[in-house]
């Protein structure tokens, strides 16, 4: 998210939500090293239904500028340990366009499908899409920033249909795409959908505009104001009705405003969610949000909300991503309720990730996010990104799997889409989230996620196939599994993920460790027909 360069500080603020920010860092009481805590009885049969989320619910982002090339994220020195320097030292390095025929890249891809690509970010707010006869074009006419080649949209349907994902975009809002009055116009978005169609391809779903909420640093007109989004999306409604009735329409998009300290800060040409969905009026078919838990090191010369690799495992940081999910949800019930929730974009940290956002540590907010968002009504999340950027789930230079890869590509085989109440509400070092098991009728998997520094206990009545997912290093971007180093074998060949016999009874999960347990035979009538993906 380029925006984030243009945050302000953030000027001290409470409310309801900023005050349960400030709670969750109170300290609970430390229990003896090494000993387990007490145990908690899972059975799985009982289990009530508490929800479903897409088929498509764990999806990624590949942004617009990977698709087109262009100034990306700058990826950081070895042992990065602090900001990179502000004094004549950019962020961003220019990135050419990502080969999206790559064939390491499709079947990593494809092993997470079905899934959402979205192709969007701040740099789709301003692109332009050529005509055949200007298609050579090298620079973007007046009122754009940059030009999306038709061959590169072409390789992003061809990597779709590859990989089993649906598109899901957001469309150019800058200068060059409306009229002398500052009327947005449907020129530029009617070519590109055009054009799409011609090659057989869809889009899934949209966003009228990248992070409306920062309008002002997004590439909106100078002084866009919630009335003329208002009025612009009212003809983005009337443009897709006619033209892409199959198309769900997102909104607004905007980013973590979570009136809390580590939230984004208004800035000048800021608009806040709510005035954007007074202005608008019906049209949404599902409410998407962004977010992001802090800045990365990347920003904090910017003097942008921090993190550290220390607090990583904490039960506050883990947590913002329910605080702002509930923001959001707070807005989508006064002004579109009932309407579906939607993270279109969120990582570790904005500006890019911080550098251990691929290790190990960061797979901790990854699963935990998931688990906490399904069970709280979230039915699609999507990780940003893919392969660019320290927060990719692919290495950007070499396509391997990062830690988060391996996290994801375990949920997607062992979490489905009926969400389970797992008893226990995330505290004190102790996650436990359920799902049905894909393709088993009345299976269970539960995710336990121990981000304490003691080992905990739960007590499984049924025998279970057990996945454990700890650490080689501090620093690794690699995990192992039932203590196995995961890595890609010859061609590119994905490991055999295959769990180990957990008997019933007691379950030690040892410190900072996260572990799945499946349940072929667990017996839960919510279960039953499940489909296998």
Same mark, same amino acid.
């Given at each position: ?23 969750? #860092? ?172 011609? #090659?057989? %391809? ?5 966003? /009228? ?77 599902? /409410? ?88 709280? %009504? ?64 009345? %299976? ?6 121990? !981000? ?64 799945? #347990? ?5 017996? !839960? ?9």
């Amino acid at each position: 998210m380029r925006t984030i360069l243009a945050f302000a500080a953030r000027a001290n603020r409470t409310s309801v939500l900023g005050m349960a920010a400030a709670l969750a #860092l109170l300290p609970t009481p430390a229990m003896p090293q090494g000993r387990p805590a007490s145990t908690n009885r899972i059975d799985v049969a009982s289990l009530p239904l508490v929800g479903t989320v897409d088929a498509r619910f764990q999806s990624y982002n590949v942004e617009m500028a990977e698709v087109t090339g262009g100034q990306f994220w700058k990826p950081y020195p070895p042992a990065a340990a602090g900001a990179l320097p502000s004094t004549g030292t950019t962020p961003f390095e220019y990135r050419a366009p990502i080969d999206l025929a790559n064939a390491r890249l499709r079947k990593l891809a494809r092993a997470l499908g079905p899934a959402y690509l979205r192709v969007s970010g701040t740099w789709a707010n301003t692109i332009y899409f050529p005509d055949e006869q200007d298609d050579a074009v090298s620079s973007p006419p007046p009122g754009f920033k940059s030009v999306l080649h038709r061959a590169q949209w072409q390789g992003v349907i061809d990597f779709a249909r590859a990989t089993d994902a649906k598109i899901v975009t957001s469309f150019a809002i800058g200068d060059g795409a409306r009229d002398k009055g500052g009327v947005w116009t449907t020129d530029q978005a009617a070519r590109w959908v055009q054009f799409t169609r011609s #090659l057989g %391809g869809e889009i899934a779903a949209a966003e /009228f505009m990248n992070e409306p909420s920062l309008a002002g640093i997004g590439g909106a007109p100078k002084g866009y104001t919630a009335a003329d989004y208002g009025r612009d999306f009212r003809i983005f409604v009337a443009f897709v009705r006619s033209t892409l009735p199959h198309m769900a329409i997102l909104g607004p998009g905007s980013v973590t405003e979570v009136p809390a300290p580590w939230g984004i800060p208004p800035l000048p040409g800021s608009i806040p969610s709510a005035a954007l969905l007074a202005a608008t009026g019906p049209g949404i078919d599902a /409410f998407s949000y962004h977010h992001y838990g802090a800045a990365s090191l990347r920003c904090a010369a910017m003097h942008m909300p921090q993190t550290s690799a220390a607090d990583a495992l904490s039960e506050e940081w883990l947590a913002r991503a329910s605080l702002t999910r509930a923001f959001y949800a707070d807005l989508r019930d006064r002004y579109t309720p009932g309407k579906p929730l939607w993270m279109t974009e969120g990582a570790d940290a904005a500006c890019g990730g911080n550098p251990w956002s691929g290790t190990f540590r960061d797979s901790f907010r990854y699963l935990d996010q998931l688990g906490r968002l399904a069970r709280e %009504g979230v039915e699609v999340s999507m990780h940003n990104t893919l392969a660019a950027g320290s927060y990719s789930l692919l290495d950007q230079e070499t396509l391997s799997p990062k830690a988060n890869y391996w996290s994801a590509l375990l949920w997607h085989r062992l979490m489905g889409s009926n969400v389970l109440d797992a008893g226990l509400a995330p505290t004190n070092g102790l996650h436990l989230y359920a799902h049905c098991l894909p393709g088993k009728a009345g %299976g269970v998997t539960l995710l336990a996620i121990n !981000n304490g520094k003691t080992a905990r206990q739960i007590r499984m009545p049924r025998q279970s196939l057990r996945y454990t997912l700890s650490s080689p290093g501090p620093a690794s971007a690699s995990v192992k599994l039932n203590g196995r180093l995961l890595e890609l074998g010859a061609n590119d060949t994905l490991p055999d993920l295959a769990g180990t016999t957990q008997r019933a009874g007691a379950v030690t999960l040892a410190p900072e460790t996260i572990t799945f #347990l499946a349940v072929p035979s667990g017996g !839960n009538a919510a279960c039953n027909g499940v489909p296998a993906f």
